[in-house]
């Protein structure tokens, strides 16, 4: 029943990326997690949203809510006190005051959007993959939620995959290098095009030669480095300047 009627859930944020991915341990607003909800069904529910309400006994969550940590700890309502201090029932109202109509928080996610402006979001394979996000392979185990692998533990921004930001595509992979580039990037492409006969110890160049070559080992980008040090006082000689420190002691 579950490799046919999984359910993926995820917190998403207003730009469809999904920020968190639900697995069995990922707690709820009711501070009870994920596996103590109701996730298997034999039918799946045509209504939306689908509701997984909570299967602890005396809780009043009717649906499971994703709400994000701050550190180790929950977030603040605008009434300032923690999310672990509302009702889980409908409404959310605070326990610690009375002039809170719910809880709304302004807690920033990693994604740039406020926590309020996400959903929980609870669909199927073919809903899921309709939106060409990744549903990983069926399995049997239970409350998996959004886990797919190894990736899905990290922030969406950080998630190389259709659910994150997105792999990036061969055409920019394979784009040249601009001005416009991280200074990183235009060394590398330096290191690549360049001889070491045309490496010189100023700018960029000295910090291009410094980095090991991909066809590389070891002994070879030592010798290069110090074929390099033994050019570069042999020209400081010829200049006039003062040779540099011998690595070598004298006879």
Known sequence: MRLQNRLFVSWRSPTGMDCKLVGPETLCFCTHRYKQHKTDFETIPQQRPISLPCRVTGCQ???YLYVPLN???PIRCRCKH???????????ICNACSKCSGFHSCFTCACGQPAYAHDTVVETKQERLAQGKPVGQDVPYAAMGGLTGFSSLAEGYMRLDDSGVGAPSVEFLDSPVTARDHPFLKAFQASCSSSPETLTDVGTSSQVSSLRRPEEDDMAFFERRYQERIKMEK?????????LPSTTKPS
């Open 61 to 63: 969550c009717g649906a």
């Open 71 to 73: 550190g180790a700890q």
């Open 82 to 92: 923690f999310a672990d201090q509302h009702s889980a029932a409908p409404g959310f």
């Open 235 to 243: 020209a400081a000689k010829l200049k006039g300047k003062a040779p």
